[in-house]
């Protein structure tokens, strides 16, 4: 058997699709007989999956993961057991021990943003911005799954495609372009792992279409949430008082899940986080080409 753990300096890293290494462990009779490092690349969701599958892993062990990364995984054969933190090589112990629970897809944003925001807080890491994408926050799913199963109709609904893309706003801002990153995005089309339109449009789409399409808030990331803006005191949050109001900060929930938040205020005993999107409320137009279609 093979276990693969999303690896950060000797940890379990706490979000799948962003993980720039794993630890793979070979096992046999029950115990791990060797390991090693490789490197994530920086692929996406659904090629992090490929990329398991391509080194035979049976096994993955990670923090955060959306239905969309679980649904990819699933259909790699791969089982999944979310929800780990600490140290890697306990967290693979544990595992074989039969003590590790799985939470499966755990990762949503406005229920993150609400868990943490309201209750327990978090820390404050710093946020480098990344792209957008037409996918949803950080590769967690805009809408639920069931068991991988596909929730809209098309020909390629349930199948893995691989795009180029370039989303701009109406006024002509561009926000994000695989094209200008040289790396295609590759999805498991119709469980969520997009954002509702692009995902209707890829789903009817040919191998070597381009199509345009302008997306109303309601198909792209939704209206803005108030719930989702909330206050916290500075001795909450450690790391706090460096952020900037105007930064993007990750914070983490109670399960030690990231998920990014906008500091939009602070004063001297206070912080105040936006967990909204930050495309939340605004019309989107994508220019999506479909390079291929597998599964």
Do not use: W
Not at 8 to 22: A, R
Not at 277 to 294: D, M, P, Q, S, Y
């Amino acid at each position: 058997m093979k276990i693969a753990v999303t690896y950060d300096d000797g940890k379990v890293f706490q979000h799948f699709g962003h993980t720039e290494q794993f630890k793979l462990y070979t096992v046999e009779e029950g115990q791990i007989r060797s390991s090693e490092l490789i490197s994530s690349n920086g692929a996406g969701h659904g090629a992090l999956a490929s990329l398991l599958a391509e080194h035979n892993i049976d096994v993955l062990i990670c923090g955060g993961i959306g239905g969309g990364a679980q649904a990819a995984l699933a259909q790699q054969g791969i089982t999944l057991c979310a929800g780990a933190s600490g140290d890697a090589d306990e967290a693979v112990a544990a595992y074989l021990r039969g003590e590790l629970v799985n939470t499966g897809a755990n990762c949503s944003h406005h229920g993150e943003g609400h868990a943490c925001g309201h209750h327990d807080g978090g820390h404050c890491g710093h946020h480098e911005d990344g792209h957008c994408g037409g996918h949803g926050e950080e590769g967690c799913p805009s809408q639920g799954t069931d068991c991988g199963k596909p929730l809209l109709k098309g020909k390629n609904a349930g199948k893995i495609c691989k795009v180029h893309y370039r989303g701009s706003l109406n006024d002509g801002t561009q926000f994000d372009s695989s094209y200008d990153r040289g790396e295609p995005l590759e999805f498991l089309c119709g469980v969520g792992m997009m954002i509702p339109g692009f995902d209707a449009a890829a789903a009817e789409m040919e191998p070597g279409e381009i199509r345009h399409i302008h997306l109303r808030p309601e198909e792209a990331y939704g209206q803005p949430d108030p719930e989702a803006v909330f206050t916290l005191l500075l001795s909450q949050i450690p790391g706090a008082e460096q952020a900037r109001v105007g930064q993007r900060v990750y914070l983490q929930d109670t399960q030690g899940n990231p998920f990014p938040v906008l500091v939009t205020a602070k004063d001297d005993t206070s912080i105040t986080f936006d967990a909204n999107h930050e495309l939340a409320g605004k019309e989107l137009n994508f220019t999506i080409e479909l390079l291929e279609v597998r599964g």
